[in-house]
């Protein structure tokens, strides 16, 4: 059963009050949040394997946790996790573990994060109080159609070995409960369309499931390059979308899985397309008329692809998502703030000098590492993302995703971390006439031995690689392997179009989720040219 978005928008919007008034409270107090989060999770999982090893039993206070804790990595719990997937109960956590959620790894393939009931329960602390605010504050975006980004299934989510499932089979299985039937039955794309093996496939059937909406109102993507990646196929593909849109059809129906066919079958609109083609496909705001709220990545690499969003989306409002990954819940957004999640799980965060401090403890302006402890059973593990204190909401601090802490390139000591080199990319690019819609850095092997090239897609001026080179060297690591000659000068590489598409399925091949592709401004690599300088077609 379909219902009215609408009572579905609504009644979730109620269900979600309580957390809303619950997280208000607690950010006057975010120590004692905090501190309860930290209790609990230990409290809950003395008697684990884990637990014991670790003394849980003996925590009373955060000097306690502190000094049996140890920090971790998923490396470090990984011999853990093993032990789950062979079957073993109560090794990380006293509930089951009801699945094993997959997401990239940097010395692994893959890590394997453990979903528990408390876990969904954590997630659900900062996904409703976000949802209660962004709908009071936009009720138009209630009364239409909702698409959520459908996540891909990933080629290694079957694994016949595990005693425990691994993946969701939608990505709706995060909220759980009402609120999963809640959402399944009213946003689009159907969840079978993660089915899809083909993106090229995947991309026209998102199309054409977004033009059927005549009422669509909120879309919620992971990166804002997606987004422009589907408006930038429109003009490619109208025809065939409007013939479909008319007779219910799909020009991939003899390549889809049944179960996706019949997700995307739809009946004959002819009026609908008689709309659209008077609208034209350069009219985003004519073809959906009621789109009030667009939800995607704002920070870090982001950036630059959601201000060629605002530019051709003007009027509708887009709010920058707050910092979630797999293994936890950070921040989320309240208005123009992105609060740290305080209900949800504890929280740490290391500075560059060694020092952990507290949520309560930080310092505006200030750039930590984040560690989190949460109730799927890691615990004080770092996530590997930093961030800066932009300001509070009451006394929580509210924060900012700089980049990936853990992503450093060091062929010969330069040591380029990837926060330092998405500032040097925003310092060499201020004063283009447009801001690049993708941008990355990476080694190559050149006639000279290594060197480091910019792909980016925007057309730069004959001065800025010198402007790239200049804004690098002030890393004094850097500067020092261009001095003795291990580095070369950068090459930067213009790349015409659909660079980030590109980027996207080179990840993918690798494994990766399209929910997990965190916006990124360094990678480690080499053989990007190969992949993101194809002939255009």
């Given at each position: ?190 969840a079978e369309f993660r089915l899809i093996p083909d993106t090229a496939v995947f991309r026209y059937l998102t199309l054409l499931c977004l033009l059927r909406q005549a009422d669509l109102s909120l879309i919620s ?94 009027g509708i409002f887009i709010q920058p998502k707050g910092l979630l990954a797999t293994e936890a819940f950070v921040t989320f957004p309240l208005g123009d703030l992105h609060p740290l999640a305080v209900r949800s ?151 015409p179009d659909r660079a980030y598409e590109r980027y996207l399925a080179r990840e993918m091949e690798k494994g990766k989720r399209v929910g997990e592709i965190k916006p990124c401004a360094l990678s480690t690599d ?12």
């Amino acid at each position: 059963m379909r219902l009215s978005p609408a009572f579905a928008n609504a009644a979730w919007v109620a269900s979600s009050l309580p957390a809303w008034l619950r997280f208000k409270r607690a950010a006057s107090r975010p120590d004692i949040a905090q501190r309860c989060c930290m209790l609990r999770a230990v409290g809950r999982n003395a008697n684990t394997a884990y637990g014991r090893l670790h003394r849980f039993g003996e925590v009373r206070n955060y000097a306690d946790f502190a000094r049996n804790v140890p920090l971790a990595r998923y490396e470090d719990l990984e011999p853990w996790i093993k032990r789950i997937v062979a079957g073993e109960p109560n090794v990380l956590t006293s509930e089951p573990v009801t699945r094993l959620v997959p997401t990239s790894g940097t010395s692994s393939g893959r890590k394997l994060i453990p979903f528990t009931a408390s876990l969904q329960r954590e997630f659900d602390s900062a996904i409703s109080p976000w949802i209660f605010d962004l709908y009071c504050n936009h009720p138009g975006a209630t009364l239409g159609t909702a698409y959520w980004s459908i996540t891909p299934a990933a080629v290694f989510e079957e694994d016949q070995n595990s005693a425990v499932p691994i993946g969701f089979d939608e990505d709706a299985g995060y909220l759980g409960g009402v609120k999963k039937n809640l959402l399944a039955r009213v946003i689009m794309p159907p969840a079978e369309f993660r089915l899809i093996p083909d993106t090229a496939v995947f991309r026209y059937l998102t199309l054409l499931c977004l033009l059927r909406q005549a009422d669509l109102s909120l879309i919620s993507v992971w990166h804002p390059s997606f987004l422009l990646l589907l408006l930038g196929e429109l003009p490619l593909q109208w025809e065939n979308l409007l013939r479909d849109v008319r007779d219910g059809t799909c020009k991939y129906d003899h390549e889809l899985p049944d179960s996706v066919r019949r997700a995307a079958g739809s009946n004959p609109e002819p009026q609908r397309a008689r709309h659209l083609a008077r609208a034209g496909f350069g009219q985003p705001g004519v073809i959906w008329p009621k789109l009030r709220v667009i939800s995607c990545w704002g920070d870090a690499h982001a950036e630059g692809p959601l201000n060629q969003l605002h530019q051709r989306l003007p009027g509708i409002f887009i709010q920058p998502k707050g910092l979630l990954a797999t293994e936890a819940f950070v921040t989320f957004p309240l208005g123009d703030l992105h609060p740290l999640a305080v209900r949800s799980h504890f929280y740490e965060f290391e500075h560059d000098f060694g020092r952990i401090l507290l949520a309560h403890e930080l310092s505006e302006g200030s750039e930590y590492e984040v560690i989190v402890t949460t109730g799927g059973g890691l615990y004080r593990y770092r996530l590997g993302d930093r961030v800066r204190v932009t300001g509070y909401l009451q006394n929580t601090p509210c924060l900012r995703f700089l980049g990936r802490n853990g992503m450093v390139s060091d062929r010969f000591g330069e040591k380029l971390s990837e926060a330092f080199v998405a500032a040097a990319i925003r310092s060499a690019s201020s004063s283009l006439s447009e801001t690049p819609k993708f941008a990355l850095l990476a080694p190559e092997q050149c006639a000279q031995g290594m060197r480091y090239a910019l792909f980016i897609e925007a057309t730069v001026d004959s001065g800025f690689s010198r402007r790239l080179d200049l804004a690098l060297r002030e890393n004094p690591h850097y500067l020092y392997c261009r001095k003795i000659g291990q580095l070369s000068s950068p090459d930067v590489v213009e790349i015409p179009d659909r660079a980030y598409e590109r980027y996207l399925a080179r990840e993918m091949e690798k494994g990766k989720r399209v929910g997990e592709i965190k916006p990124c401004a360094l990678s480690t690599d080499t053989g990007w040219r190969q992949h993101l300088c194809q002939a255009s077609g």
